[in-house]
């Protein structure tokens, strides 16, 4: 792994973070401060013993002097006390990470009129089992994720970088899409024309309908100057599984993959070009906007 990847790799930080101040505090509670304890007993003790001959001699001594000594020998070193400080917060920041809920920024327009650019998500970890945080095993099956869920997954490309998409195909299922219009197993997907949709950032329209992916309403988008072949797709995984023609393409998804695709369907690189998502790729389930800076009224809910 490249200290590049590892700087682009948070979830590893994190569990370094994690790792190297739990065991300082560990060291610390369970014997470094032990030793200072014992020390800093050692140390008073000669300290009594020197006050109780100064008294005798009748010297009058400084009041306090025993507690501020005390209170020094017993006294962490700066490296222990931020280490122990931060250790409970960093914690609770992997856990939550890990097994709970993740923050992601959406970087593209690829899941426009769903998501734009900017959007501050949240992803449910637990939705789809279980996974190790780092290596992404999973451990406990909880659901499989189902068509029309939006997904965060790892690039199966390269696995250091995340993507969103849709899920259109699970395992088994046979997804064309030939002149922009979607079928699963042999069902074609129900569409409603919608008023076309304009991209602020890129200053175009759209066509926008709302496509009813075997029950999930959602809206997507097609581009009318864009045709509907897939240029240039990879050689990934399972290739054999698609064939690809002038009006499209058709797929079978392979045993515990998955197939995506963005819902603005002419703007976006997903699984019609570079193939299917592993099981042991999937992050998590997005659910929630949880802030855009530049229009704060985004926030909420997207399904």
Not at 101 to 123: C, Q
Not at 128 to 143: A, D, E, Q, T, W
Request: proline fraction near 6%; include cysteine.
């Amino acid at each position: 792994m490249s200290f590049q990847s590892i700087l682009g790799n948070f979830a590893l930080i994190l569990f370094i973070l994690t790792f190297v101040t739990g065991i300082i505090w560990f060291l610390d509670v369970f014997i470094l401060a032990k030793k200072r304890r014992i020390n800093a007993d050692k140390a008073l003790a000669d300290f009594d013993i020197r006050n109780q001959k100064l008294t005798s001699e009748g010297i009058r001594l400084q009041e306090g002097g025993r507690i501020e000594l005390e209170s020094r020998l017993l006294k962490q070193p700066a490296w222990i006390e931020y280490s122990g400080s931060f250790f409970p917060v960093i914690a609770m920041v992997f856990f939550l990470r890990s097994f709970l809920y993740e923050p992601f920024k959406i970087p593209s327009s690829s899941m426009l009129p769903t998501l734009y650019v900017g959007d501050l998500i949240l992803v449910n970890k637990f939705t789809y089992g279980i996974r190790l945080p780092v290596i992404n095993k999973k451990v406990l099956s909880l659901n499989d994720p189902q068509r029309g869920d939006v997904m965060v997954f790892k690039y199966p490309e390269n696995p250091s970088l995340d993507y969103i998409k849709r899920v259109v195909g699970v395992p088994g299922d046979k997804v064309v899409y030939k002149n922009k219009r979607l079928s699963v197993n042999g069902r074609d997907i129900a569409y409603e024309t919608l008023p076309d949709f304009l991209d602020e950032e890129h200053l175009n329209y759209s066509n926008q309908y709302t496509e009813n992916l075997t029950g999930v309403k959602h809206r997507i988008l097609n581009d009318v100057q864009r045709p509907p072949f897939v240029s240039d797709p990879h050689s990934f995984p399972n290739r054999e599984l698609c064939s690809y023609d002038d009006s499209g393409f058709s797929c079978t998804v392979p045993k515990d993959q998955y197939f995506m695709m963005g819902d603005n369907r002419d703007n976006s690189l997903d699984s019609r070009y570079w193939g299917f998502v592993p099981d042991q790729n999937i992050v998590g389930k997005a659910f929630f906007i949880w802030m855009n800076f530049a229009s704060p009224k985004r926030i909420g809910g997207f399904e």
